[in-house]
């Protein structure tokens, strides 16, 4: 009745789990997935960005140096007339020393001098009958040499040149006059710019390009994604601030629209990439969330399975113990073996709930079946931590109080330092109760031999890497010196991981002897109905005998399990 209670309840809760567990995977599978592909999409975004960027920054370099070439030549002539032209002011030789100096190859050829009252002289009209006034300057420029003053675009009809308009470039007393351009700065087809002249306050002024260009990108970011018209903006001056500045504007929207392969490519891989880890998610979760989920809310006397492997004496070759082993059911009723799920227990600090199951679960089942007429020794592995439980002696009550058929083991694995003193306390409370002790995996972790001298236990099981190990090698040489550690001791010995028939051979003729043995050569973790039939078989034969008996001297003394 209570199993098929089971299977039913098993049945709704397969079901249920399995509903929400599918939901919950395939959510955190398209959310993680989702946020792959955005984040993705983000990075090439930011790497295509920062490739655009450079390349204005390239081209507004482009941009910007004839009108640098331009300065560097108004800055040189500058220089020119202040270190040539030092004769009287607008005197035949003061004309003749700037008449020399516009004829250098540098496309400057009218210079002016500026007096208090404007323009006194220029080269091409020599003195002037009435100066021209200037006016305010434009725009000024900071510059090492002095502040440059600026009129753009003035007409220069006062000074001889009717229907020419021209810019003026003045510094202390002298004056540049130079036309505009007959075409503007290079055209770039996927790039807009305006540049222009900003002065030391920060002022911009304006002079080709794009008109509204450069107030538009102030305060914009560089990629600027979110607005209306997406774009790639910057502004790039020679010095700032009063210098020469070029707005720069690259139309996202445009650029895609012409490289619509590589974009379409990009977004086919980050795709891919996005499917992959929603799998490696999916998968992920269903390793890890889901079975935690199932082992929690399912962790019960239905679900925890015992396994029985025999643990023979070496001498007599009978079966003298058994060694029980967990196993959990889970709820589609497959098997899950312990180093998926113990550390689960361990984490969740469900170890002496977990103990208590297993030792209720091998007690019901090992007192439904016929165990000879010796006590046979039933080991359990016991968590380090559970050794503090004041209650842990009592979870084998069962057990001790039916001591003619069983002797309750308990195998201890030094998984952490100890305090001598604090553990043999623990250990007496148990050996007290009845309950035999076996230090478990000697030989591997913390486990030592001055452990094993300092606590009284019954007996040592050495780890089963030195029994698989290959002859002549370190782990085999050091499987001798183990059992001469232990023998010197007055402990048992059990050896597991016996393999092979030779292996039991040469355990069997090993001198100081092994007392009992363990492994899959003699048989593999039965359930209970295997087992029962095991210890039958064996009392058919007169003698709960796994392996045939080894010889014996006269002298030879048998061994008392454990004692």
Request: charged share 20%; proline share 5%.
């Amino acid at each position: 009745m209570l199993e098929s209670q089971w299977e039913k309840g098993a049945a709704m809760a397969k079901f249920i789990v399995n509903l929400v567990s599918a939901r919950r995977q395939q959510a955190a599978a398209l959310l993680a997935g989702l946020v792959a592909f955005v984040l993705i999409c983000l990075l090439v975004t930011g790497f295509a960005g920062q490739i655009t960027v450079t390349a204005i920054e390239r081209e507004s370099r482009q941009i910007l140096k004839p009108l640098l070439d331009r300065k560097m030549g108004i800055q040189n002539a500058f220089a020119l007339l202040e270190k040539d032209a030092v004769a009287e002011p607008c005197s035949p030789l003061f004309l003749d020393q700037i008449r020399r100096i516009s004829l250098l190859p540098d496309g400057l050829q009218e210079f002016a001098y500026v007096g208090e009252a404007g323009i006194t002289c220029s080269v091409t009209q020599g003195r002037l009958a009435t100066p021209v006034p200037l006016g305010k300057a434009d725009t000024t420029l900071s510059e090492p040499g002095g502040p440059i003053e600026f009129w753009a675009e003035r007409e220069m009809a006062d000074l001889g040149f009717s229907g020419i308009v021209s810019s003026i470039a003045k510094r202390g007393h002298f004056a540049i006059l130079y036309p505009k351009p007959k075409t503007d700065l290079p055209l770039v087809g996927w790039l807009r710019y305006e540049w222009g002249l900003e002065d030391a306050s920060g002022a911009f002024w304006p002079r080709g390009g794009e008109a509204g260009l450069y107030d538009r990108n102030l305060g914009s970011h560089a990629i600027d994604v979110f607005s209306l018209s997406p774009a790639v903006r910057g502004i790039h001056c020679d010095v700032s601030p009063g210098g020469i500045c070029v707005a720069t504007v690259v139309p996202i929207l445009p650029l895609l629209a012409k490289g619509w392969p590589i974009l379409l490519v990009t977004l086919f891989l980050a795709a891919l990439a996005a499917v992959g880890v929603a799998s490696q998610m999916r998968a992920a979760v269903a390793r890890w969330w889901s079975l935690d989920s199932r082992f929690l809310r399912t962790l019960g006397p239905e679900t925890i399975q015992c396994l029985y492997q025999p643990i023979v004496n070496l001498k007599t070759g009978e079966i003298e113990a058994c060694e029980v082993l967990a196993r959990w059911r889970d709820v589609d009723g497959s098997t899950v073996f312990p180093d998926c799920f113990i550390p689960i227990v361990e984490k969740s600090g469900r170890t002496f709930e977990f103990t208590r199951l297993v030792v209720d679960r091998a007690y019901r089942e090992l007192s439904q079946i016929k165990t000879g007429n010796a006590p046979l020794y039933v080991t359990f592995n016991v968590f380090p931590c559970d050794l503090r439980e004041p209650g842990l002696p009592a979870v084998f009550s069962d057990f001790l109080a039916d001591c003619d058929r069983f002797i309750p083991v308990a195998e201890l694995v030094e998984s952490e330092a100890i305090d001598v003193k604090t553990m043999q306390s623990r250990l007496d409370t148990l050996r007290a109760s009845g309950i035999k002790v076996l230090i478990d995996d000697f030989g591997a972790g913390y486990s030592n031999i001055k452990n094993l001298v300092d606590l009284s236990v019954d007996g040592v099981k050495i780890d089963r890497s030195f029994a698989m190990a290959e002859d002549g090698t370190v782990a085999a040489r050091m499987l001798d010196l183990a059992v001469e550690m232990v023998h010197a001791t007055g402990r048992a010995i059990v050896v597991e991981g016996i393999e092979t028939e030779e292996r039991l051979e040469m355990l069997r003729r090993h001198h100081p002897a092994v007392d009992f043995v363990q492994g899959f050569h003699l048989s593999r973790p039965v359930d209970i109905g295997r087992f029962e039939r095991l210890l039958a078989d064996a009392e058919t034969s007169s003698s709960r005998s796994l392996i045939r008996r080894a010889p014996s001297t006269a002298n030879e003394m048998m061994v008392e399990a454990f004692a």
